[in-house]
Nanobody, 119 residues
Framework: QVQLVESGGGLVQAGGSLRLSCAASGRTFGSYAMGWFRQAPGKEREFVATITWSGSRTSYADSVKGRFTISRDNAKNTVYLQMNSLKPEDTAVYYC????????????WGQGTQVTVSS
């Protein structure tokens, strides 16, 4: 089993920054990638960013490109999401997830952390 614990959410004014963390534990060896997703009230969950397990490749949703940066610390088995120039539309519950292989869906999910951006 894999356990994921997100932290770092909170309330911030528009234009501000937050850094989310996702600590992974359990049977994470050999996983393919970790990703961040978000779900705003009344909306479907959407992709935000992903990083391969090695950290060699990243990908972002168009809505966050140039503002968010995903990174990982292999020694700590932790993935981060640095969020700058936050907008009210970034308000959502943010989830991290692990994809065990290239062809698989994201199999394991954290409990989520709330990010609220005030205007």
């Amino acid at each position: 089993q894999v356990q994921l614990v997100e932290s770092g959410g909170g309330l911030v004014q528009a234009g501000g920054s937050l850094r989310l963390s996702c600590a992974a534990s359990g049977r994470t060896f050999g996983s393919y990638a970790m990703g961040w997703f978000r779900q705003a009230p009344g909306k479907e969950r959407e992709f935000v960013a992903t990083i391969t397990w090695s950290g060699s490749r990243t990908s972002y949703a168009d809505s966050v490109k140039g503002r968010f940066t995903i990174s990982r610390d292999n020694a700590k088995n932790t993935v981060y999401l640095q969020m700058n120039s936050l907008k009210p539309e970034d308000t959502a519950v943010y989830y991290c997830a692990i994809k065990k292989s290239l062809g698989s869906p994201y199999n394991y999910w954290g409990q989520g952390t709330q990010v609220t951006v005030s205007s």
